[in-house]
């Protein structure tokens, strides 16, 4: 199946955007003004188009699914600092928006009845024009997953994902990419007329990695375990 599609998309200010005013008053007197909306910020737009393939090959037991994708926003709404009497407040305009072009596909493969391979990856540019100012999300990112139900019903599942170098938005500074290593056991079986399963998760099995870094905190993900019983009645 061979698919396109485009579409069109608006973003309307918030009333903060419109018309934001903060200020700092004491007793009566304006000491501190941070922000003054002057209300001429109009919305953002994004258009985005996208040509697409999806193969399912039964004989094979295999389905893939391909994705080419441009986004152009225009009216990225952005601040900016003016003087308005003897403060310097914030404003909302709208200023250069990203391109964002990308590729990224699936694919499912079962090898046998009861094993199934998953393959994800994704492989993005973003681009500001000449700013440099601005966060950076990941240009690529993949994961590769294995399940297999073994004949005694235990389910196993191994999940690796990797993502590259990043940054947030704010404060944030530039991340090393990430490598995570999750696995996943289930064993699913009867209590008198109900169906239970028993599971068990570790997460972050090779090490730990930083989620955030900043000047204030530098939050890391840790090796995780846990466990879950359900029971359906």
Do not use: C
Request: proline share 5%; glycine share 8%; no cysteine.
């Amino acid at each position: 199946t061979l698919r396109a599609g485009a579409n069109h998309s608006v973003r309307t200010p918030t009333l903060f955007e419109l018309a934001g005013d903060v200020r700092y008053d004491l007793a009566g007197t304006t000491i501190a003004r941070t922000f003054a909306a002057s209300g001429s910020v109009r919305p953002e737009r994004l258009f985005s188009r996208e040509i697409g393939y999806f193969g399912n090959f039964p004989e094979h037991r295999l389905n893939l699914d391909i994705r080419i994708f441009d986004e152009r926003m225009k009216g990225f709404v952005g601040r900016r600092t003016y003087r308005l009497g003897a403060f310097t407040v914030f404003d909302y305009t709208n200023q250069l928006g990203p391109t964002n072009t990308g590729f990224e596909y699936q694919l499912r493969w079962s090898p046998t009845a009861r094993t199934q391979i998953w393959l994800n990856q994704s492989f993005m540019e973003m681009e500001w024009g000449p700013r440099i100012d601005v966060a950076q999300p990941p240009r690529h990112a993949s994961s590769l997953a294995v399940f297999h139900e073994w004949p005694n019903r235990l389910k196993t599942g191994l999940v690796w994902t990797v993502r590259g170098k990043m940054e947030w938005r704010g404060i944030g500074e530039m991340l090393k990419s990430a490598h995570q290593l999750d696995l996943h056991l289930a064993y699913p079986f009867r209590i008198g007329a109900a169906n239970a399963r028993a599971a068990l998760t570790l997460r972050g099995v090779n090490g730990s990695y930083t989620l955030f870094e900043s000047r204030f905190s530098r939050p890391t993900l840790q090796k995780q375990a846990y466990a879950t019983f359900q029971v359906d009645f």
